[in-house]
């Protein structure tokens, strides 16, 4: 099947745009010809081990820049989830920055009784003491979430930034994600986790609505490293064009790895991906 015209690009970051501290080959000067060629792109992150603000910063340093509306995060996506259901006493298991995105200013005044549990990617945290406490919070074990005698006990729900398996980690190699430890806690609390981020469907769509008028005419793509994490599920569901590209937690075979739905379109790099798009 041959490529639709593009009107529109979502794009991962961390893999695909840049690892670790580094930007991917050519990957800044990519980004300038898409705007250059006046092709909207918003870049879709699951990155929740630092806030947003964070993360632009980092990315400024390596010559990437994100404009204001361009950026859209798992993180983002929790915070929303919780201010349309009032949830504003979360325990959260993630960094410090990220814990201050989602609560904001008043974040380090959260107390029991908590009424939901957050999971994001904060490798440092994922201790048996910090699961347990999420598991009681879930399961109404601690003390200040014990019901009181004939009162209904109303369900604590599990919010995931995302569910990754595994991610890249610093060293070039593969490591353990959130997933596994989101899996624990849906098994030992029996309860079934709400994901948030990529490649669920509703992310999907809310990045999506930000592009407006911006895209009639035209098909969009979605480009990651991840043929699971970023290609699957609401990227097949909203009908994305979508692109792997061989950086970043890539591995050999993935393009063809059972169970999972091909990428339409396989690449070296975004840059290459995007040298196609423009005919270079």
Not at 220 to 226: E, F, H, P, R
Request: with cysteine.
């Amino acid at each position: 099947m041959s490529r639709p015209p593009l009107r529109a690009l979502l794009v991962d970051l961390s893999g695909t745009i840049h690892i670790g501290g580094d930007p991917t080959p050519r990957a800044a000067q990519a980004i300038s010809r898409l705007r250059d060629a006046h092709i909207p792109v918003r870049f879709c992150s699951n990155t929740s081990n630092e806030s947003s603000r964070a993360l632009v910063d980092r990315l400024h340093g390596m010559d990437i820049i994100i404009r204001d509306g361009e950026l859209w995060t798992s993180l983002r996506a929790v915070t929303t989830e919780l201010k349309s259901r009032s949830l504003s006493r979360p325990y959260i298991i993630a960094s410090k920055s990220a814990k201050e995105e989602i609560l904001g200013a008043n974040g380090s005044n959260v107390r029991e009784p908590y009424d939901s549990v957050v999971v994001a990617y904060t490798p440092s945290q994922f201790d048996y003491p910090v699961l347990n406490t999420a598991f009681r919070v879930l399961t109404h074990e601690l003390p200040s979430q014990q019901p009181t005698p004939h009162t209904p006990v109303k369900p604590i729900p599990l919010l995931a930034t995302h569910a990754s398996r595994y991610v890249q980690d610093t060293d070039g190699h593969l490591s353990l994600g959130p997933g596994p430890f989101v899996a624990t806690l849906e098994y030992g609390a029996g309860i079934k986790a709400q994901v948030l981020g990529k490649p669920q469907k509703a992310f999907y769509d809310l990045v999506l609505g930000s592009l407006g008028t911006e895209t009639s005419g035209g098909a969009i793509a979605m480009v990651g490293d991840d043929v699971q994490g970023d290609l699957t599920g609401g990227a097949i569901e909203c009908g994305l064009w979508r692109v792997l590209v061989r950086t970043g937690k890539y591995r050999p075979g993935d393009e063809t790895r059972p169970g999972i739905q091909p990428p339409d379109e396989v690449f070296e790099s975004f840059a290459d991906f995007v040298d196609s798009l423009l005919h270079v």
